[in-house]
């Protein structure tokens, strides 16, 4: 089993930035891919960005040139680099891990972008 902690999540206005950063615990040896997604009010949990243990990234059309996602697998985290923030941003963010056994998703945190 593999349990995720997100942090990093809370009120900025537009234009601003914020990190999300999720950090990995227990059977973390099996683990390949990790990604941010997130869930609007009223809409489907869609993908921000992923990226595989080798550090091949992929994003959202919606995200491409403003967020970055890193990996620190020495520790076991991941983070997500948000800068030039939108409203059309504001949601849960979560955090997911996968390994050959299935999938792991973290509590979520909440991101809110003020116009």
């Known amino acids: 089993q593999v349990q995720l902690v997100e942090s990093g999540g809370g009120l900025v206005q537009a234009g601003g930035s914020l990190r999300l950063s999720c950090a990995a615990s227990g059977s973390i040896f099996k683990i390949n891919a990790m990604g941010w997604y997130r869930q609007a009010p009223g809409r489907q949990r869609e993908l921000v960005a992923d990226?595989?243990?080798?550090?091949?990234?992929r994003y959202s059309d919606a995200v491409k040139g403003r967020f970055t996602i890193s990996r620190d697998n020495a520790k076991n985290t991941v983070f997500l680099q948000m800068n030039s923030l939108e409203p059309e941003d504001t949601g849960v963010y979560y955090c997911k891990a996968d390994d050959s056994g299935g999938n792991y998703w973290g509590q979520g945190t909440q991101v809110t972008v003020s116009s």
């Open positions: 990226i595989s243990r080798g550090g091949s990234t």
